[in-house]
């Protein structure tokens, strides 16, 4: 019985044996398999990591590039605002110059109008007198042509206003003394 039971018992350590060996083959192929999935898993998330760490570093240069920019523009606006008032005190210096030009504009008008009325109705009033000069000429000369009579003469010459003095210089004569 005791060749038996060793029998028995060597028959259970084969089996427990066998089925340990298929156990640890299992095993060993998902050993094998967890070791592809954690290499993949592995550079997976270095690859991960890489990522988040040139992530980081461009985070950070995009923030210093924004805050210089954001400097840039702080002094640019800084500039635009002193240039805009001194363009604006430009501008109101202009039109209150233009203003004043206006004004003088306005006044040499007036002015230049009062002085030339009083030469505008002196020349009307000479060209009256020459007009009638002309035409008292006209009629002396056709007078004289057909009638030759010296009476008729001195009677057409009585309404001819006596001549203005003589004057050497133009502008003095037009204006009158």
Known sequence: ?????????????????????????????????????????????????DATESSRIAG?????????SIEELDERRGTLKSHRQEIEDLLDTVDGQMGMQVRRCHEARELTERALTPLVHK????????????EVSTRLAGLQASMGSKAELARLSED?????????????RAVGD
């Open 160 to 172: 001819v206003p006596p001549p203005a003095p003589q004057t050497t210089n133009p502008f003095l």
């Open 1 to 49: 019985m005791l060749e038996t039971f060793s029998l028995y018992a060597d028959a259970v350590i084969v089996m427990t044996s066998l089925g340990a060996m298929l156990y640890c083959m299992r095993l060993s192929s998902r050993l094998k398999r967890f070791q592809q999935i954690d290499r993949g898993m592995g550079q997976a998330i270095k690859g991960l990591t």
């Open 123 to 134: 020349a009307e009033v000479e060209i009256q007198a020459l007009t009638k000069a002309l």
């Open 60 to 68: 950070q240069e995009i923030r210093e590039q924004i805050r210089t």
